[in-house]
């Protein structure tokens, strides 16, 4: 069975630039959260989406934002990056909004921001 | 604030030489904490999930448990391969079922 999908694997991008990160769900999944991961870090959450809507914001800027379409699969927009937006970007996806459920990460994206 | 302290921040073993992680945490109220193991450059992948107090999981060489105050994840024997960064997350009452809220993680290093 297919794991949670990324892409892309690597970006590397200027500051002031815009990206777009995209994450494909485990079939059967509607819940998509979003997470930065810096090096020597835990995961720092950014969003959750569940049946189109989003469930839940991090700390982040307004500079990041996300969506998630009709299959359930879900993008990660930031803006006018920053030098310090240099991450690995992770998606993970669960069940619901039922319990604390489980939630598998897919590879992530490593963005570079120069 | 909600806080997930993992300790030690990194563990050096012998191969066969057994030890814990532990995971203390202090939020409003838990509804799950999770174990993930995560190699170098690449995404957390699962290990255990625990929902109260008492509960106990084991697969293979590693064992999860849970009290109101903290997690730990033993390591039976450990070996080379159990070398990864291991991580702790919970989610709080109150919060999104989907935010994960993280420690900083456990290097573990198993020597030959």
């Known amino acids: 069975d297919a794991g949670v999908t990324q892409s892309p694997t690597h970006l590397i991008k200027t500051r002031g630039q815009h990206v777009t990160l995209r994450c494909s769900p485990i079939?059967?999944?509607?819940?998509v959260s979003w997470y930065q991961q810096v090096l020597g870090q835990g995961p720092q959450f950014i969003f959750q989406y569940y049946e189109k809507e989003e469930r839940g914001r991090g700390n982040f800027p307004d500079r990041f934002s996300a969506r998630q379409f009709p299959n359930y699969s879900s993008e990660l927009n930031v803006n006018a990056l920053l030098l310090g937006d240099s991450a690995l970007y992770l998606c993970a996806s669960s069940f619901g909004q039922e319990r604390a459920d489980t939630q598998y990460f897919g590879p992530g994206t490593r963005l570079t921001v120069l | 604030e909600d806080q997930v302290t993992q300790s030690p921040e990194a563990l050096r073993l012998q191969e066969g030489e057994s030890s814990s992680l532990n995971c203390s945490y202090t939020?409003?109220?838990?509804?799950?904490l999770f174990w993930y193991r995560q190699d170098p450059g690449k995404g957390p992948e699962f290990l255990f999930t625990?929902?109260?107090a008492g509960e106990e999981k084991e697969k293979e060489r590693l064992k999860a448990t849970l009290t109101k105050k903290e997690s730990f994840l033993h390591i039976t024997a450990p070996k080379p391969e159990d070398s990864a960064t291991y991580l702790c997350?919970?989610?709080?009452?109150?919060?999104?079922?989907?935010?994960?809220?993280f420690g900083q993680g456990t290097i573990l290093t198993v020597h030959p």
């Open positions: 625990l929902y109260s």
């Open positions: 997350a919970v989610v709080v009452a109150g919060t999104s079922y989907g935010k994960l809220t």
């Open positions: 079939s059967g999944h509607k819940s």
């Open positions: 939020v409003s109220g838990l509804r799950g």
